[in-house]
């Protein structure tokens, strides 16, 4: 009987389990290079049919990976917006607080 490979690399937090675990794994530089490899070949048409449907079954996975990476980077701007709003508006009213305590 054999172990499980517990040396496997996980999948990085916000990957989706649709995915491949190879593109799952993936940095959004790295989807997005092997994406435009991808495009590329499609583009040239010298493939055959299956390895063109290969290529494009291949290029929606990089594609959706590097959408979850765009997903998370707006997602960490907005909090960190809201942030920085809050903190804004917490010391504009310290502020306020402030000058009427001197009135």
């Known amino acids: 009987m054999t172990e499980p490979n517990t040396d496997a690399p996980t999948a990085p ?3 989706s389990p649709d995915l491949p675990a190879d593109v799952s794994a993936l940095s959004y530089e790295q989807a997005r290079d092997e994406l435009v ?3 590329a070949r499609l583009e040239a048409g010298s493939e055959p049919l299956e390895a063109s ?3 494009w079954e291949r290029g ?3 594609a959706a990976r590097c959408q979850q990476w765009l997903d998370g980077a707006r997602q960490r ?3 960190a917006q809201a942030g920085a709003a809050g903190a804004t508006t917490t010391s504009d009213d310290a502020a306020a ?3 009427e305590d001197d009135a």
């Open 77 to 79: 701007l907005a909090a």
């Open 97 to 99: 607080d402030t000058e």
């Open 13 to 15: 937090p916000g990957a």
């Open 53 to 55: 449907l290969a290529l």
């Open 37 to 39: 490899q991808v495009v």
């Open 60 to 62: 929606e996975a990089l």
